[in-house]
Protein backbone atom coordinates (compact mmCIF):
# COMPACT_ATOMS: atom_id res chain seq x y z
CA UNK A 1 0.00 0.00 0.00
CA UNK A 2 2.74 2.49 1.04
CA UNK A 3 4.89 1.58 -2.12
CA UNK A 4 1.95 1.89 -4.60
CA UNK A 5 0.65 5.34 -2.38
CA UNK A 6 4.15 6.72 -3.74
CA UNK A 7 3.60 6.00 -6.97
CA UNK A 8 0.48 7.48 -7.52
CA UNK A 9 1.69 10.67 -5.42
CA UNK A 10 4.48 11.05 -7.61
CA UNK A 11 2.23 10.55 -10.58
CA UNK A 12 -0.39 12.89 -9.45
CA UNK A 13 2.07 15.86 -8.79
CA UNK A 14 3.51 14.68 -12.30
CA UNK A 15 0.70 16.10 -13.89
CA UNK A 16 0.58 19.05 -11.46
CA UNK A 17 3.90 20.05 -12.54
CA UNK A 18 3.51 19.45 -16.00
CA UNK A 19 0.45 21.35 -16.01
CA UNK A 20 2.37 24.85 -14.48
CA UNK A 21 4.89 24.13 -17.52
CA UNK A 22 3.38 22.99 -20.43
CA UNK A 23 -0.81 23.92 -20.81
CA UNK A 24 -0.40 27.37 -20.79
CA UNK A 25 1.85 26.96 -23.85
CA UNK A 26 -0.70 24.74 -24.68
CA UNK A 27 -3.22 26.84 -24.88
CA UNK A 28 -1.19 30.22 -26.37
CA UNK A 29 -0.35 27.61 -29.34
CA UNK A 30 -3.96 27.00 -30.12
CA UNK A 31 -4.75 30.79 -30.22
CA UNK A 32 -6.69 31.71 -26.56
CA UNK A 33 -6.49 34.83 -25.08
CA UNK A 34 -4.51 35.49 -22.21
CA UNK A 35 -7.77 35.55 -20.48
CA UNK A 36 -8.97 32.31 -21.06
CA UNK A 37 -6.01 30.48 -20.71
CA UNK A 38 -6.12 32.54 -17.12
CA UNK A 39 -9.66 31.12 -16.59
CA UNK A 40 -8.23 27.61 -17.84
CA UNK A 41 -5.39 27.42 -15.10
CA UNK A 42 -7.25 28.58 -12.50
CA UNK A 43 -9.84 26.03 -13.01
CA UNK A 44 -8.15 22.46 -12.04
CA UNK A 45 -6.37 24.18 -8.45
CA UNK A 46 -9.72 25.70 -7.48
CA UNK A 47 -11.61 22.23 -8.20
CA UNK A 48 -9.26 20.66 -6.40
CA UNK A 49 -8.86 22.77 -3.96
CA UNK A 50 -12.52 22.69 -3.10
CA UNK A 51 -13.24 19.42 -4.20
CA UNK A 52 -10.67 17.38 -1.32
CA UNK A 53 -12.60 18.90 1.50
CA UNK A 54 -15.38 16.67 0.29
CA UNK A 55 -13.20 13.54 -0.88
CA UNK A 56 -11.18 13.74 2.15
CA UNK A 57 -14.40 13.09 3.72
CA UNK A 58 -15.87 10.26 1.48
CA UNK A 59 -12.84 8.49 1.73
CA UNK A 60 -13.17 7.49 5.64
CA UNK A 61 -17.01 6.54 4.63
CA UNK A 62 -16.32 4.75 1.08
CA UNK A 63 -12.83 3.44 1.48
CA UNK A 64 -9.50 4.60 -0.33
CA UNK A 65 -8.27 2.40 -2.72
CA UNK A 66 -11.64 2.46 -5.08
CA UNK A 67 -11.28 6.82 -4.81
CA UNK A 68 -7.65 6.94 -5.99
CA UNK A 69 -8.35 4.76 -8.94
CA UNK A 70 -11.52 6.39 -9.81
CA UNK A 71 -9.54 9.83 -9.43
CA UNK A 72 -6.63 8.55 -10.96
CA UNK A 73 -8.67 7.55 -14.47
CA UNK A 74 -10.73 10.81 -14.26
CA UNK A 75 -7.50 12.92 -14.14
CA UNK A 76 -5.75 10.65 -17.49
CA UNK A 77 -9.57 10.74 -18.88
CA UNK A 78 -9.00 14.94 -18.77
CA UNK A 79 -5.41 14.76 -19.94
CA UNK A 80 -6.44 12.72 -22.87
CA UNK A 81 -9.10 15.28 -23.67
CA UNK A 82 -6.87 17.99 -23.31
CA UNK A 83 -4.44 16.87 -25.47
CA UNK A 84 -7.17 15.61 -28.11
CA UNK A 85 -8.96 19.50 -27.62
CA UNK A 86 -8.66 22.37 -29.65
CA UNK A 87 -11.36 24.61 -28.54
CA UNK A 88 -12.20 26.70 -24.32
CA UNK A 89 -15.09 24.99 -23.94
CA UNK A 90 -13.75 21.24 -24.23
CA UNK A 91 -10.51 22.42 -22.07
CA UNK A 92 -12.64 24.40 -19.32
CA UNK A 93 -14.43 20.59 -18.75
CA UNK A 94 -11.26 18.63 -18.97
CA UNK A 95 -9.51 21.26 -16.45
CA UNK A 96 -12.28 20.55 -13.94
CA UNK A 97 -12.52 16.62 -14.63
CA UNK A 98 -8.95 17.11 -13.74
CA UNK A 99 -9.13 19.28 -10.43
CA UNK A 100 -11.88 16.58 -9.50
CA UNK A 101 -9.68 13.70 -10.15
CA UNK A 102 -7.02 15.63 -7.85
CA UNK A 103 -9.51 16.21 -5.15
CA UNK A 104 -10.21 12.38 -5.06
CA UNK A 105 -6.36 11.04 -5.16
CA UNK A 106 -4.48 13.51 -2.95
CA UNK A 107 -6.18 14.17 0.64
CA UNK A 108 -6.86 9.96 0.23
CA UNK A 109 -3.02 9.11 -0.52
CA UNK A 110 -2.00 10.72 2.81
CA UNK A 111 -4.81 9.17 4.48
CA UNK A 112 -3.54 5.49 3.19
CA UNK A 113 -0.01 6.27 4.61
CA UNK A 114 -1.79 7.21 7.96
CA UNK A 115 -3.87 4.15 7.85
CA UNK A 116 -1.02 1.78 7.25
CA UNK A 117 2.14 3.61 9.41
CA UNK A 118 2.21 2.48 13.09
CA UNK A 119 2.59 5.50 15.20
CA UNK A 120 6.01 4.83 15.78
CA UNK A 121 7.06 5.63 12.25
CA UNK A 122 4.06 7.45 11.15
CA UNK A 123 6.43 10.46 10.71
CA UNK A 124 9.31 8.62 8.80
CA UNK A 125 6.54 7.44 6.39
CA UNK A 126 4.87 10.48 5.58
CA UNK A 127 8.12 11.65 5.24
CA UNK A 128 9.40 8.79 2.52
CA UNK A 129 5.64 9.81 0.82
CA UNK A 130 5.76 13.29 0.73
CA UNK A 131 9.74 12.59 -0.95
CA UNK A 132 7.92 10.79 -4.17
CA UNK A 133 5.17 12.76 -3.98
CA UNK A 134 6.86 16.14 -4.50
CA UNK A 135 9.37 14.85 -6.55
CA UNK A 136 6.91 14.54 -8.74
CA UNK A 137 6.63 18.11 -9.77
CA UNK A 138 9.88 18.34 -10.48
CA UNK A 139 9.50 14.67 -12.65
CA UNK A 140 6.26 16.35 -14.49
CA UNK A 141 8.25 19.50 -15.34
CA UNK A 142 11.10 18.20 -16.97
CA UNK A 143 9.87 14.87 -18.45
CA UNK A 144 6.97 16.76 -19.81
CA UNK A 145 9.59 19.70 -21.03
CA UNK A 146 11.85 16.82 -22.51
CA UNK A 147 8.93 15.01 -24.28
CA UNK A 148 7.75 18.37 -25.71
CA UNK A 149 10.89 19.68 -27.16
CA UNK A 150 10.95 16.11 -28.91
CA UNK A 151 7.43 15.61 -30.05
CA UNK A 152 5.49 18.40 -29.44
CA UNK A 153 3.42 20.33 -26.35
CA UNK A 154 0.09 17.45 -26.91
CA UNK A 155 2.59 14.66 -27.06
CA UNK A 156 3.24 15.40 -23.16
CA UNK A 157 -0.33 15.62 -22.33
CA UNK A 158 -0.47 11.97 -23.89
CA UNK A 159 2.70 10.64 -22.11
CA UNK A 160 1.44 11.88 -18.79
CA UNK A 161 -2.18 10.87 -19.20
CA UNK A 162 -0.76 7.16 -20.02
CA UNK A 163 1.62 7.34 -17.03
CA UNK A 164 -1.28 8.04 -15.38
CA UNK A 165 -3.82 5.53 -16.47
CA UNK A 166 -1.07 2.56 -15.63
CA UNK A 167 -0.77 4.33 -11.99
CA UNK A 168 -4.41 3.94 -11.66
CA UNK A 169 -4.10 0.26 -13.03
CA UNK A 170 -0.79 -0.58 -10.03
CA UNK A 171 -3.56 1.20 -7.19
CA UNK A 172 -6.17 -1.13 -8.53
CA UNK A 173 -4.03 -4.38 -8.59
CA UNK A 174 -1.25 -3.80 -5.54
CA UNK A 175 -3.10 -1.49 -2.94
CA UNK A 176 -5.87 -3.01 -0.70
CA UNK A 177 -8.25 -1.59 1.23
CA UNK A 178 -6.52 0.64 4.18
CA UNK A 179 -9.52 2.09 5.31
CA UNK A 180 -12.48 -0.74 6.54
CA UNK A 181 -15.75 1.00 6.16
CA UNK A 182 -18.33 -0.24 8.95
Not at 44 to 61: C, E
Not at 65 to 73: A, D, R, S
Request: net charge neutral; with cysteine.
Amino acid sequence: ALSSACLAGLVNNLDFGLSWGLFPLLFAASGLPVEQIGVLFALYPAVWGVGQLVTGWLSDRWGRKHLITTGMLAQSAALVVIAGADAFAAWAAATTLLGAGTAMVYPTLLAVVGDVAHPTWRGRAVGVYRVWRDAGYAVGALMGGIVADLWGLRAAVWMAAALTAAAAVVVAVRMYETHSVA
